[in-house]
C-alpha cells in the first residue's frame, strides 16, 4: 500500500494505478519470472490471465495471494524441468545428429503441453552438453559438471523466500513505470548503502558460496578479520554464532545473504565463526574463532583517478 501510494503521489509521471497499469504489471511479471519462455506452458498463462485487471485493487488494499500462487505455479514447473535434464544426462547425446536449439525464446510462443517443454529441454540440455564437449570434455566429465549445474539450480529456487517473491513483484510494478524505477527489499536496501557509503560493520571479509560451503575468497586490510590474523582466504564457515556465548548456527547449505546478515552487527559486539580450515577434509577438526565486529572500509572499490 504504501508503494502504491508513493508512486501516485511522488513519482513524476503520477501514473494511475489502475486496469492499463495493472495488465502491464501482470505481463511484467510473467516476463520477470520466465523471461525465455522455458518453463510456463500456455494453459499457465492463460490461468494468469483471471488476474490482469485485478492487481491494481490487490496493490491498494488485498493480500498478493495471485502473486504468491503464480510464483508457486513457476517454482513446480522450474522443478519439473530441473529434474527432466538430470535424467537426460544419465545417457551421452549422439552429436552426429543435425539438429538446432532456439537460444532466445522470448518472442515464441508458450509450449502447447508438457511434451513441447520435453523436446525444448532435451535440446538445451544437449546444446549445454554440447558447449562442454567443446571445451575438450569428455562425457563423464561432461555429466558431472551438469548434474551438479541443475542441482545447484534446483537448490536455489528451494532457498527463495516470500521476501524474493515479493521484491520480484515489486520490481514488475516499479519497472512498468520506467526503466530506473526500481524496489529493494530492506536487505537490498542495505547492500546499495554500503556500497555508496564503501562501509559497513562486521568483520571484514568477501565470501562466496562453494558447493553448500561459505568459504572466505580474501581478508580486508584493516578490518577485525585481518588485525585478528587467524582467519585465511579458502578457509570454510560452517557455523555462526552471537556473543562470547551464543549457540552455533549450522550454515551449510544456506543462501549466501543469509549467511552474510548472521556476521554482519553493530560495532564492539562479537560474532563466533566455526571454520573448515582451507584444505582440511569433510570430518577433520573444525576450530572456533572469536571476532569483535567494527567498521570495514571498502577502500578498494572506491573509484579513482589518475591524471597522464
Avoid: C
Avoid at 99 to 115: G, M, N, T
Avoid at 253 to 271: C, K, N, S
Avoid at 284 to 289: G, Q
Wanted: aromatic content about 10%; overall charge negative; glycine content about 4%.
Amino acid at each position: 500500500q504504501l508503494v502504491t501510494e508513493f508512486i501516485q503521489k511522488s513519482h513524476y509521471q503520477h501514473a494511475a494505478v489502475d486496469d492499463a497499469l495493472s495488465s502491464k504489471v501482470l505481463d511484467r511479471y510473467i516476463e520477470a519470472l520466465d523471461s525465455n519462455r522455458m518453463y510456463f506452458l500456455a494453459s499457465d498463462i492463460a490461468a494468469f490471465d483471471q488476474f490482469r485487471f485485478q492487481l491494481d485493487e490487490m496493490v491498494r488494499s488485498e493480500p498478493l495471494d495471485p502473486v504468491f500462487e503464480m510464483f508457486e505455479v513457476y517454482r513446480t514447473r522450474v522443478r519439473e524441468r530441473l529434474n527432466y535434464a538430470l535424467a537426460q544426462i544419465e545417457i551421452e547425446p549422439d552429436f552426429t545428429i543435425d539438429e538446432q536449439f532456439e537460444f532466445d525464446r522470448e518472442k515464441s510462443p508458450w509450449a502447447k503441453d508438457i511434451a513441447e517443454l520435453d523436446e525444448i529441454w532435451r535440446l538445451r540440455v544437449k546444446n549445454d552438453a554440447l558447449s562442454l564437449a567443446l571445451t575438450d570434455k569428455n562425457w563423464v566429465e561432461s555429466q558431472e559438471v551438469l548434474t551438479k549445474r541443475y542441482q545447484r539450480f534446483l537448490k536455489r529456487m528451494d532457498q527463495l523466500n516470500s521476501d524474493d517473491v515479493f521484491e520480484t513483484f515489486m520490481n514488475a510494478f516499479a519497472h512498468t513505470l520506467d526503466p530506473h524505477s526500481s524496489y529493494l527489499s530492506p536487505r537490498n536496501s542495505e547492500e546499495y548503502r554500503i556500497q555508496m557509503s564503501l562501509s559497513y560493520f562486521g568483520i571484514g571479509a568477501s565470501l562466496q558460496l562453494d558447493d553448500d560451503y561459505v568459504q572466505v575468497i580474501n581478508i580486508i586490510p584493516g578490518g577485525p578479520a585481518a588485525i585478528d590474523g587467524k582467519l585465511q582466504p579458502k578457509d570454510r564457515i560452517t557455523g555462526v554464532a552471537q556473543g562470547e556465548d551464543g549457540e552455533l548456527v549450522d550454515v551449510i547449505g544456506w543462501r549466501l545473504d543469509d549467511v552474510v546478515q548472521l556476521i554482519r552487527g553493530p560495532a564492539d559486539t562479537v560474532v563466533r565463526l566455526q571454520i573448515m580450515p582451507a584444505g582440511a577434509l569433510p570430518g577433520a577438526e573444525l576450530k572456533v574463532l572469536t571476532l569483535t565486529r567494527n567498521q570495514v572500509k571498502l577502500e578498494e572499490q572506491a573509484a579513482k583517478s589518475n591524471i597522464v
